[in-house]
């Protein structure tokens, strides 16, 4: 099997709420890719990128099609289920770039689980979960407008949350207070700054809110200033952004640096680099957010499809991207009811893209 044509496509996923807010950033709709790879067979894999904006992480929209575009010619022919030896061959006509790879990478495990007949979480160790615990995104607002949100979620279902802050000290420790307030008993909440915070702004927070039982996650920008934090709080400590190799995580790990990681799928490179992240942290013990940036039905089927096949008890919880937009680019993605969602047992990702919603690809490579 050899691959023939490889189409790129950009779309806008609009979010339900209107907008969404993190840090000092804020966004009404992400620009996601998708990627179709189809081979001589007949058989066709989807992958998708979407980086949370150009300033998250070193990663933007158009930086992503332009490499798929790059390196697109020079995987024409190959066989999509050597996945090693995809991941080599895109190593080689790119240095860096993970979240450009990653769109790929999901393609060929789609491909992988069609061709085998079976769904991408038996191919990456078993379905060792038959739901997948779902938290939920509180965007930073007004202390008393995210206590709202956060209790009509709960009426919903969901009993994990990840509350956006990072905008200042001062106004974070009140909605950390305003939040908590009305948690329910037993339920989790998480303090996400996503780098927001300077480390003397953090360190403040922590000690204001000592007593609020909450996680913290990402407090500040580097690896080091993380981990001044974590020596100065009792909170259990996640660590995210920082958390981009296996170098770092095994640094972590030897520093007593975090309870949780984050592991985001693109920003390893996709599936494959992301199993072995995974497959690490299980055997050193350490518990995981399996997510990606952002995306929509296709790249929430892929993190549903790494959960699934995660051992329980290293599982903290994971996104279910597609259930904050009003646009659906494919049809198959995750069930979610009460909190939590579950893969299709179809082979593959089990998704199939709405064509009319990608329309015309922006580049085509044969």
Known sequence: MKISKISIYQVDLPLKEGSYSWSTQTFSAFDSTVIIVECDSGLIGVGETCPLGPSYLPAYAEGARVGLAKIAQGLI???????????????????????????????????????????????LGGLLQDKVTLFKVVSRQAPDAMAAKLSAYQDQGFKQFQMKVGAGANSDIDRIFAVSEVLRSGNILAADAN????????????????????????????YEECLAVRKHSDHPMILDECMDDLRTLIRGYNDSAMDVINLKINRVGGLTKARQFRDLCVSMGITMTIEDTWGGEIATSAIAHLAHSTPKGYHFQSSAFHEYHSLEIASGGPKIEDGYMIASDRPGLGVTPNMDVLGTPVSVIK
């Open 77 to 123: 022919g190959e066989d999509p289920i050597q996945i090693g030896k995809i991941n080599e061959r895109m190593d080689e006509l790119l240095k860096g770039h993970p979240y450009v790879k990653s769109a790929f990478d999901m393609a060929c495990w789609d491909i992988l689980g069609k061709a085998t007949g079976q769904p991408v979480y038996n191919l």
């Open 195 to 222: 780098t927001g915070w300077r480390q003397h702004e953090a360190i403040r927070v922590v000690k204001a809110v000592r007593d609020v039982d909450i996680y913290i996650e990402q407090p500040c920008l580097s």
